[in-house]
T-cell receptor
């Protein structure tokens, strides 16, 4: 069963635009929600993460918005740049599970000039 | 990534043969994980370890075994490789829960 659903599967955004990727989860025990960025031929790298005690976290051009009641969270990339073109994965884990992360299926982002 | 190395980077093997992938870390992190990445499935957990000789199954563990005899090494073995195990395999390490993972560069395995 897919515990973390991610959309869209792919996304094309113009340079300077806002990229938005959404994730929904089912397990109410999840309490840690990171986003990973992956470039071709590389392993995923942690981009930004949030705990459910806050509704938003911002780091530079990247923002996570979290809606606990809806069990949804999203990644917003402001002023998207061609260098942001990559695959993005949302993930979730719960306390006491050796921090095992459950990943979404990924979103391939392409930022065009 | 510095601190975590996967070997080999690429491997082609025949159906029915055993295959072992190695993950080596120099960070002295407690937690180690093996994931496989497939189009349309994202990353799925195969096995993980929370200490030397302490391992447990993930969601797609059938056909795989692991061993961790030293803190720095986590081995993934495909006991009898099948074409469905053609994938990119990633090892990850984590110091403590919620500190995030550091991933290796992956091993691309093709079973013919």
């Amino acid at each position: 069963q897919q515990q973390v659903k991610q959309s869209p599967q792919s996304l094309i955004v113009q340079k300077g635009g806002i990229s938005i990727i959404n994730c929904a989860y089912e397990n109410t025990a999840f309490d840690y929600f990171p986003w990973y960025q992956q470039f071709p031929g590389k392993g995923p790298a942690l981009l930004i993460a949030i705990r459910p005690d806050v509704s938003e976290k911002k780091e530079g051009r990247f923002t996570i918005s979290f809606n606990k009641s809806a069990k949804q969270f999203s990644l917003h990339i402001m002023d998207s740049q061609p260098g942001d073109s990559a695959t993005y994965f949302c993930a979730a884990s719960s306390s006491g599970t050796a921090s095992k992360l459950t990943f979404g299926t990924g979103t391939r982002l392409q930022v065009t000039l | 990534d510095a601190g975590i190395t996967q070997s080999p980077r690429h491997k082609v093997t025949e159906t029915g043969t055993p295959v072992t992938l190695r993950c080596h870390q120099t960070e002295n992190h407690r937690y180690m994980y093996w994931y496989r990445q497939d189009p349309g499935h994202g990353l799925r957990l195969i096995h993980y370890s929370y200490g030397v000789k302490d391992t447990d199954k993930g969601e797609v563990s059938d056909g795989y075994s692991v061993s961790r005899s030293k803190t720095e090494d986590f081995l993934l073995t495909l006991e009898s490789a099948t074409s469905s195990q053609t994938s990119v395999y990633f090892c990850a390490i984590s110091e403590e829960p919620f500190y995030g993972y550091t991933f290796g560069s992956g091993t691309r395995l093709t079973v013919v």
